[in-house]
């Protein structure tokens, strides 16, 4: 590509934020190319867009746990609604291969939608190489061989890699990261996973379900401190109550394979102990780590923060005029749609628009089950900023669908300002609380009281009318309980 053919925008890195900011740019009529190095090639072996989340995260193991769960449903659960399935059996490979498929299908789907946006998809690895009148200089290298490309903006959206423990080197094979632990072909006897987060406990859930002995080693006392206290809690319980064993306060120490070909997993327990754990697969999920090395960030000086993201303000700018980073790369919860948001900020404002990202209205999910969503202030963080707050709660047990539905675990938990009402957070634990989210996800947005979701008609019987006596529980009084 010639100077006088300089690209208003190039964004590096097609996963959720990249190829989303592509897309939007393409929309606002911005000469837009989207680059993409990625290792999970496509069966014809080209670089795949998607990034973690299609590839090796929120898509394949979505598929994962509803193949598990359907398994889980008839060998389990059939039998309390008078369905009798007798010896039901699991196909591994066939379950893995209907993942694939419909990853390769959504991989698909977004080239078509470069397409039809104009975007320009360019395979191969970006790195900066500094700047010149006419833009931003930067070489995309793949196979050998080198194009170069300039444009007037940059967008860094290079994600995430998962966190490497000292001493436990992950081949994929017995010793997985996520990506490994989605393509296991038969259910392993016994699993430990290092780290109860979000990934450890949602790659657990799959695989518990299918059949194997789950034991989760945890740094901290705890299970999930970033969630509401009650959430973690009763998650705790219902966790415990379906099989998985938890270690907490475990200081990973070392891993062996003994004799047997299994592996031996030792740590220091919350005391100071000792302990070991014998397993046949490990999963490491201790968190994952910006990826911006070898990108060339420091040929234009943009700024990294201690922690290693690339520092932005709130409209994801970096320390250089022109360049802007979203994602994973960045601040904030590593979640897709918040680097979705974020894409769609940076182009709208690269357009001259005035995009916004409210970070108080992003939800989170947990896809065990119950699943856990939830959106806003916890009671903890309210009590640490000394906000008078009312909290309701209204638990399943009392919601006439969850009964017909034959799982009453769980509970919706709103939280709402003394003074205004205003809803300051919502705390599901439920087996659809992700599709729940939704609407109190909206309620914050639109900053609506309590007394509003109180006052809304909720259809019944729905789950969601839990939300509505949560509602009222934060008020005047649940009406069904
Ligand atoms: P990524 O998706 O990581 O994409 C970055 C892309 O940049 C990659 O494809 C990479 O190859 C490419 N790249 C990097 N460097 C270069 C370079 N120099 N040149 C060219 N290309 C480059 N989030 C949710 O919201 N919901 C979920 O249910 C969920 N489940 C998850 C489950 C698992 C197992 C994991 C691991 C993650 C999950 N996440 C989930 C998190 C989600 O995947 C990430 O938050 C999301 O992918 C971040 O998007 P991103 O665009 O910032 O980065
Ligand atoms: P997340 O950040 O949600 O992906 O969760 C990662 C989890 O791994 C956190 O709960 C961490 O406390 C935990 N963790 C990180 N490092 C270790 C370690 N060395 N041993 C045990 N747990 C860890």
């Known amino acids: 590509m010639t100077q006088e053919q300089a690209l208003d925008v190039l964004v590096i890195g097609a996963g959720s934020g990249g190829y989303i900011a592509s897309i939007r740019a393409g929309q606002l009529g911005l000469k837009v190319a989207c680059v993409e190095a990625n290792p999970y090639a496509d069966p014809k072996g080209e670089p795949r867009p998607g990034g973690t989340c299609l590839n090796v995260g929120c898509i394949p193991s979505k598929a ?280 769609v900020m940076v182009m709208e404002r690269i357009a001259g628009q005035a995009g916004h990202v409210n970070y108080d209205a992003i939800p989170s999910i947990i896809y065990t089950s119950p699943e856990i969503a939830w959106v806003g202030r916890t009671e903890q963080a309210l009590k640490d900023a000394g906000i008078e707050y009312r909290a309701g709660k209204f638990p399943f047990t009392a919601n006439g669908r969850a009964l017909g539905n034959g799982d009453t675990s769980g509970f919706v938990k709103v939280l709402a300002d003394k003074k205004t009402d205003a809803v300051l957070g919502v705390h599901i634990v439920s087996t659809y609380a992700s599709e729940m989210i939704g609407e109190a996800t909206m309620a914050i947005e639109f900053r609506a009281a309590a007394e509003d979701i109180g006052r809304i008609s909720h259809a019944h019987p729905t789950l969601y009318e839990a939300m509505r006596e949560a509602s009222l529980a934060a008020g005047t009084g649940a009406l069904n309980l």
Not at 75 to 81: C, I, Q, T
Not at 112 to 122: D, G, I
Request: aromatic share 4%; proline share 3%.
């Open 64 to 343: 994962l746990l509803s193949s598990s769960e359907e398994f889980e449903k008839i060998e389990k659960h059939a039998a309390a609604h008078g369905i009798r399935v007798a010896g039901a059996t699991m196909d591994v490979p066939a379950m893995i291969a209907r993942k694939d498929a419909i990853v390769t299908k959504m991989a698909q789907g977004i080239e078509y939608l470069f397409r039809k946006n104009k975007v320009a998809y360019l395979k191969g690895r970006a790195n900066i190489l500094g700047r010149a009148d006419a833009g931003f200089r930067v070489s995309i290298t793949r196979a050998g061989s080198t194009q170069e490309v300039t444009a007037r903006n940059l967008v860094i959206a290079t994600g995430s890699l998962p966190r490497q423990l000292p001493g436990i080197a992950v081949d994929n094979m017995d010793v997985c990261d996520n990506s490994g632990a989605l393509d296991w072909r038969s259910v392993p006897r016994r699993i430990a996973i290092i780290g109860a987060g979000v990934i450890g406990l949602e790659l657990g859930s799959v695989w518990r379900r299918l059949g194997s002995q789950v034991t989760v080693v945890e740094a901290l006392p705890q299970l999930l401190p970033m969630c509401d206290a009650d959430v973690g809690r009763e998650m705790l319980k219902l966790l415990t109550a379906q099989g998985m064993d938890f270690r907490f306060g475990a200081r990973v120490m070392a891993l062996e394979r003994a004799g047997d070909g299994a592996l031996k997993l030792s740590y220091a327990d919350a005391g100071g102990a000792s302990q070991s754990l014998a397993c046949d697969k490990l999963v490491v999920a201790a968190g994952r780590v910006p990826t911006t090395a070898g990108l060339g960030l420091d040929t234009v000086g943009v700024r990294i923060t201690e922690r290693g993201f690339v520092d932005v303000d709130e409209h994801c700018r970096t320390s250089v005029e022109g360049v802007y980073a979203i994602g994973d790369v960045v601040r904030g919860p590593m979640l897709a749609h918040k680097a979705e948001d974020e894409g």
